[in-house]
């Protein structure tokens, strides 16, 4: 019998691959993002041009423009004139990241065990979408990762009063519901709360109804509790999540305002200052996509409990 060799340690290198990829990936999303905050408000062009230093207007050279580390590297200053570069881009741009490696981490690598129509119990899913190509999966990643970032992107816009308009909205709400209609299991639960399927038949019929239904509870829920911004970003949520995951979302970030607007006295002004410059959807919406399938059913037994009286 061989002996266990000691130095060995068994190390899920693909696991390690797929989140580090998917991190740097939206550390990379995350820079366009910083691109379109800060030239949209100033009427300019997000894709053509190079960046260039606001103080001395030097091009940035491409190895400073490298996400999260061009800017520690420099010590958060420009190269050329010395001048502060602001914190904000690499915290974007790690927050981009971060939020794109829990997805990757959460559906690709766990399985989709959250997930309230994907999980299958069958344990770790790389080797499945390496041998088999487990694309709905693979669709459910890419559009909750491209949700988190769009909604990080508008909350910031919104702040520089620069919100997208309603076409862009509309497209990216379109674009959504075209993707959860080809991969139905990627897609929001039933309309009904117990989250059976309605319409039964086709199934693309009770997928459209769900979107649907999450598109306009969260365009009217949004409105009323944030304003314009958090009208689309919930629309886009209610795309894919379905209404369900809207009213969690608008219940728990509205929960949270006012948490910090109740604590944010006189005197420690700078914790409120801190808060406001976080958007306080981005996490909220981020937990109930990663934890999906355990809110569903948070959610199905407190109507249980409300049915049972
Ligand atoms: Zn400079």
Same mark, same amino acid.
Not at 26 to 43: K, Q, Y
Not at 72 to 86: K, M, T
């Given at each position: ?10 190390? +899920? ?41 606001? *103080? ?13 580390? #061009? ?10 004139? #010395? ?37 299958? #119990? ?41 919100? +997208? ?38 199934? *693309? ?12 509870? =969260? ?11 958090? =009208? ?11 209404? *369900? ?20 006295? +006189? ?11 976080? %958007?306080?959807?981005? %996490? ?9 399938? %355990? ?15």
């Amino acid at each position: 019998m061989p002996l266990p060799v000691p130095w060995t340690v068994d190390l +899920p290198v693909a696991e390690i691959a797929t989140v580090a990829l998917a991190f740097a990936s939206g550390a990379a999303l995350g820079s366009f993002i910083n691109v379109v905050v800060h030239r949209l408000p100033r009427g300019e062009s997000s894709v053509s041009g190079r960046s260039r230093c606001p *103080q001395c207007g030097s091009a940035i050279r491409a190895r400073d423009n490298v996400p999260v580390l #061009g800017w520690l590297l420099l010590r958060g200053r420009c190269r050329d004139c #010395g001048a502060a570069i602001a914190p904000q881009y690499p915290l974007v741009e790690a927050a981009c990241g971060t939020l794109t490696a829990a997805v990757a981490a959460a559906e690709l690598v766990g399985g989709g065990r959250w997930l309230p129509l994907l999980a299958d #119990g069958s344990g770790c899913s790389i080797d499945r979408l390496l041998l088999h190509g487990d694309w709905p999966l693979v669709v459910s990643c890419v559009v909750h990762s491209a949700i988190l970032l769009t909604v990080l992107a508008w909350s910031l816009l919104a702040r520089k009063d620069a919100l +997208p308009t309603c076409r862009v909205a509309a497209v990216a709400i379109l674009g959504v519901i075209v993707l959860v209609l080809l991969t139905p299991q990627a897609g929001p639960v039933g309309v009904l709360p117990d989250g059976a399927s309605w319409p039964p038949s086709p199934p *693309q019929l009770a997928t459209l109804t769900a979107s649907i239904a999450g598109v306009a509870l =969260g365009a009217v829920a949004g409105r009323l509790t944030g304003g314009v911004a958090d =009208g689309y970003c919930l629309a886009l949520v209610g795309a894919a999540l379905g209404w *369900q995951a809207v009213t969690v979302v608008t219940v728990v970030t509205a929960a949270i305002r006012m948490v910090i607007a109740a604590i944010a006295t +006189p005197s420690n002004r700078s914790l409120r200052a801190l808060c406001s410059e976080i %958007p306080t959807i981005v %996490p909220v919406v981020a937990a109930q996509i990663i934890c999906w399938r %355990p809110i569903l059913e948070a959610w199905r037994h407190l109507i249980w409990l409300t049915n049972g009286f």
